[in-house]
């Protein structure tokens, strides 16, 4: 049975469950159908699977976005540049999170919001910002947070630093 794929009020669940059970043959074809073009050589039935199977839930779902699609261009950019092969995604702090940190035996709260910070009931655009009230001193928001990956090699740097100013860093 041929199904017209990815169309507007069709069950997109059954649809997936016939893809899972077609042979080569028939994925083959369901892919130049789709694409208008030969099926890559490389791809196996696995990859021509989840290809036209991702394909037609974005026809009936919408696919990524403009801004997710840059981004994804962009990492793909660093990870074709970087030696390793292996990047460090940026971390993404989602809106109702708590950020919680201790800083001269006093614990400070802070919550995310999809525009920016809220600490003591006042909005804030930069953790900087916050961790300058509570610090006195000129300090990286996402690093006295512990959001960055190297506060753990600084920390000490940062306690020197902390020290000079006659603070202390934790």
């Known amino acids: 049975m041929q199904l017209p794929i990815g169309k507007p009020g069709l069950d997109i669940e059954r649809e997936l469950e016939i893809l899972a059970h077609l042979p080569i043959a028939k994925l ?3 892919w130049r159908a789709l694409f208008k073009t030969e099926p890559p ?5 696995d990859l021509l699977r989840r290809k036209i199977a991702y394909h037609i839930q974005e026809r009936a779902f919408g696919g990524l976005s403009s801004s997710i699609r840059r981004e994804l261009e962009q990492l793909a950019k660093v990870i074709s540049k970087a030696s390793s092969g292996r990047i460090e995604l940026p971390r993404r702090i989602k809106a109702g999170a708590v950020l919680i940190r201790e800083w001269k035996s006093k614990t400070y709260r802070v919550t995310v919001h999809d525009d920016g ?26 690093r006295f947070f512990g959001l960055r990956n190297s ?10 630093q902390a020290a000079e100013v006659g603070v202390s860093a934790r």
């Open 28 to 30: 083959r074809e369901r």
């Open 41 to 45: 050589s490389a791809f196996g039935p």
């Open 117 to 142: 910070f809220v600490f003591e009931e006042e909005k804030y655009t930069s953790l900087s910002e916050i961790a300058r009230k509570i610090t006195g001193v000129r300090w990286n928001g996402p």
């Open 151 to 160: 506060a753990q090699r600084d920390a000490p740097k940062l306690q020197a």
